[in-house]
C-alpha cells in the first residue's frame, strides 16, 4: 500500500529531526567540562592539529636510562664545536653554549634529533669523577664514527665535568630529559622572495622539531615547510609582505603557535622571537 503525501512528508520531518538531534548531542560537554566531543573528533581526524594538539600532550619528562659511550672534542673553550650538521652555527650565539655533544646516528635520527637534551652519567670508576655527577647537554652536530650504537662526543668541557680528560673512551648512562631554555623560540630567516630558509633554535620541552608551518597575515594559508637539513626548514611560498605566524610541532608530539612575530615589513637575515614550549 503506498504512502499519503503527508504521511511521507512526517516521515522525512522526523528522519531530519532525528538527525538534528543526533548533531546536537555530539556537541554537548561531558560532566568532567572536557571540549564537546564533535570538536575532538574534528580534531582528533587532523593530521597535524589532531594527534599533536598540545592541550592534550603532557610536558616533556625524563625517558628511561641507556647505556653507551663517550668521548670529547674541541679545546677547553669549546673550541671547534660551532658549525656542525644541524646548523646551529655559532653555538654561543644561539644560545647552547660549552655543553653540547655529536650523537651517533641511532639518535641523530637523519637530524630530527637536533636540539634534544641529555643527562649523562660517567659509569668508569677509574676515570669519573667523585660524586657521580651529571652533565646536561644538547645534541647539536652528528657524531658519525661511533664507537658503540649510542654514542656521544662531548665538548671537552661537557666531558670534564664527568670524567677526567685521559680517560679517553668511557661507558656512560645516558637519558633524554626536558631542554630548559631562556625566552621563546627563535626563528632566523634567510634566504630569498622564492626560497625562504628558517633555522628553528631556542627550542625548550622536547627541544627536537618533527614539523613547521608557517601562515601570513594576507594571501598565505597554513603551509607546512620541508625539512632541509639539521634544523633549517624551507618553503618557496611567498611570505614577502606578510606578517608572519610559526607552528612548531616537537618531537613529543606538543605544539607551540607563536602568533603574527613579524610585521609586514621584515627582512632576510633577521630573527624573531616567538612562543616557547613551558
Not at 616533556?60 to 650538521?85: C, E, I, L, M, V
Not at 666531558?159 to 631542554?179: E, H, W
Not at 625548550?204 to 597575515?217: C, E, F, L, N, P
Request: hydrophobic residues 35%; aromatic residues 10%; glycine residues 12%.
Amino acid at each position: 500500500m503506498s504512502l499519503s503525501s503527508s504521511t511521507m512528508q512526517q516521515r522525512a520531518l522526523l528522519s531530519g529531526g532525528l538527525l538534528l538531534l543526533q548533531f546536537l548531542s555530539l556537541l554537548v560537554v561531558n560532566a568532567s567540562g572536557s571540549e564537546p566531543r564533535l570538536v575532538r573528533s574534528l580534531i582528533a581526524a587532523d593530521p597535524v592539529e589532531g594527534q599533536i594538539a598540545k592541550h592534550h600532550k603532557p610536558k616533556f619528562k625524563p625517558g628511561p636510562w641507556g647505556n653507551g659511550q663517550a668521548t670529547f672534542y674541541g679545546g677547553a673553550d669549546a673550541s671547534g664545536t660551532n658549525g656542525g650538521s644541524c646548523g646551529y652555527e655559532d653555538l654561543s650565539k644561539r644560545g647552547y653554549g660549552q655543553l653540547t655533544a655529536a650523537i651517533s646516528p641511532s639518535l641523530y635520527n637523519d637530524g630530527l634529533a637536533c636540539g634534544s637534551c641529555y643527562e649523562i652519567k660517567c659509569l668508569d670508576q677509574k676515570w669519573c669523577k667523585t660524586g657521580q655527577p651529571s652533565v646536561f647537554v644538547t645534541g647539536t652536530n652528528l657524531c658519525p664514527d661511533s664507537q658503540s650504537a649510542v654514542h656521544f662526543d662531548l665538548s671537552q668541557p661537557a666531558f670534564s665535568q664527568i670524567a677526567d680528560l685521559t680517560g679517553g673512551i668511557i661507558p656512560i648512562q645516558y637519558r633524554r630529559v626536558p631542554c630548559q631554555k631562556e625566552g621563546g623560540i627563535r626563528f632566523t630567516i634567510s634566504g630569498n622572495p622564492y626560497y625562504n630558509k628558517v633555522l628553528v633554535w631556542n627550542v625548550a620541552g622536547a627541544g627536537d622539531i618533527k614539523m613547521v608551518k608557517v601562515k601570513g597575515s594576507k594571501k598565505l594559508k597554513w603551509t607546512t615547510m620541508r625539512r632541509d637539513w639539521g634544523q633549517n626548514w624551507v618553503t618557496d611560498a611567498m611570505l614577502v609582505g606578510e606578517s608572519l605566524t610559526f607552528r612548531v610541532i616537537a618531537g613529543d608530539g606538543r605544539s607551540s603557535t607563536s602568533w603574527h612575530i613579524t610585521d609586514t615589513n621584515w627582512q632576510f637575515g633577521q630573527t624573531y622571537e616567538g612562543k616557547n614550549f613551558k
